[in-house]
């Protein structure tokens, strides 16, 4: 016997096509905060300021704005430890650290060939 599946909605995963979902992981994925982020906590939690001080430049609203939506799409975990003062961890889920792997060897590959790169070499 012979058993239909629900077909996808979405149809065929397709990052190209404007209607695919994975177009929103893929720009989540791709801006720098986020995959500098994700890359941050891979050595374990970090509480805020820590996380802060690691992604020289960034500001306290961006960092906020980045680690909800990690944290929305299951990237990233959020702990609150009822002490005083409050003490907040971020960690990385099962998912965010499988994500980790293609974004380190992209930085990986950023940090060793920048130099190729005529325009972006300081004079």
């Known amino acids: 016997m012979l058993v239909s599946m629900p077909s996808d909605p979405c149809g065929p995963r397709d990052a190209y096509s404007a209607a695919c979902p994975c177009r929103e992981l893929l720009d989540l994925l791709a801006n720098k905060w986020s995959a500098l982020a994700l890359g941050a906590l891979e050595d374990g939690p970090r509480r805020f300021g820590a996380l802060r001080a690691k992604l020289d430049g960034i500001s306290p609203k961006m960092l906020t704005q980045t680690l909800r939506r990690l944290e929305e ?51």
């Open 73 to 123: 799409l299951g990237l990233v975990a959020r702990v609150v430890y009822p002490e005083v003062p409050l003490h907040v961890e971020y960690s990385l889920t099962p998912l965010g650290a499988d994500a980790c792997v293609p974004l380190g060897a992209l930085r990986h590959w950023v940090e060793a060939n920048v130099d190729r790169i005529p325009a972006l070499t300081t004079t």
